[in-house]
């Protein structure tokens, strides 16, 4: 009698863990259907307004090494909210498109593609060569997202992406939400700061700044390229090739004249804008 009340027993309290395990995953299924339905929502309203200012990133503004046909990135603001950045990266054998989604500046949804270009014959006929105009896509993957993790995916088609890494493009998506939001933020700052600054103590010496990039020259030739940013006190050149960050206080800075107090040693650096 001991043994049948406690299968008993032991049999009722497995029958209660399944009803549990079955009801919680009723729930967490009722709770992302849920989210994904608001996550289409927002997605079909981002996609329909035609008033977003745009912010363009380029290649050099982010990467060390840019692919054979550039780098394009575009961010989507409305009311100094972020609600959409594209990236499109131009490579020999084809392009990767990726459309990262926000709502209150936090990521929600990521839309990526791979497309390769189409054929087309030579001028004498005896070859195919690529059709840059022509693109086929054969891989896409769409990520679902709550707090910066999947609840969500669907892929179609193969990559050719060593691994599918979510977390690879969230951080992705991050990084380039701060570049935009950061240019938005001083954006009068970085359009001054465009150009060719020529130093008023070595005429050799020569910085030129576009975007969120500079580039270094002496005698004309490069000497070093490096990525900026602009805190609203502290302008950070970053060495592409050495890897350091450099801190500069910007002293003076009109539409022709530039004065940087170089840290901690104290250096003054000061540049006319070349005109020509």
Not at 45 to 55: A, L, S, V, Y
Not at 60 to 78: A, C, H, M, R
Not at 175 to 184: A, G, Q
Not at 226 to 246: N, V
């Amino acid at each position: 009698m001991k043994i049948i009340a406690l299968r008993n027993s032991i049999l009722r309290v497995l029958i209660l863990f399944a009803v549990f395990v079955v009801s919680l995953n009723f729930v967490f299924s009722q709770n992302s259907n849920e989210k994904i339905k608001v996550i289409r929502e927002h997605f079909k309203w981002i996609n329909t307004q035609k008033d977003f200012e745009i912010i363009k990133i380029s290649g050099e503004d982010y990467l060390n090494k840019i692919p054979d046909n550039g780098v394009e990135v575009k961010g989507f603001l409305k009311d100094n909210k972020i609600y959409k950045i594209t990236e499109w990266i131009g490579l020999s054998s084809g392009v990767c498109e990726t459309e990262y989604y926000f709502w209150n500046n936090q990521l929600f949804f990521i839309f990526y593609k791979e497309s390769k270009y189409g054929e087309k014959k030579s001028k004498n006929g005896d070859y195919f060569e690529p059709d840059y105009t022509k693109l086929i896509p054969y891989y896409e993957l769409r990520l679902y997202l709550n707090r910066d993790k999947v609840i969500k995916k669907l892929e179609k088609g193969k990559t050719n992406l060593e691994k599918v890494d979510a977390n690879k493009f969230v951080k992705n998506a991050n990084t380039l939400k701060e570049l935009v939001l950061n240019k938005k933020k001083y954006l009068k700052t970085y359009k001054m700061l465009e150009g060719k600054w020529q130093s008023t103590e070595d005429i050799l010496f020569v910085i030129e700044i576009e975007s969120l990039h500079r580039t270094e020259y002496y005698e004309n030739e490069v000497t070093d390229e490096a990525t900026i940013r602009f805190d609203g006190k502290y302008l950070y050149f970053k060495s592409k090739e050495e890897g350091e960050t450099y801190k500069y206080e910007i002293l003076k800075l009109t539409n022709d004249y530039l004065e940087l107090l170089y840290l901690p040693s104290g250096k003054i650096l000061k540049f006319r804008k070349k005109t020509n």
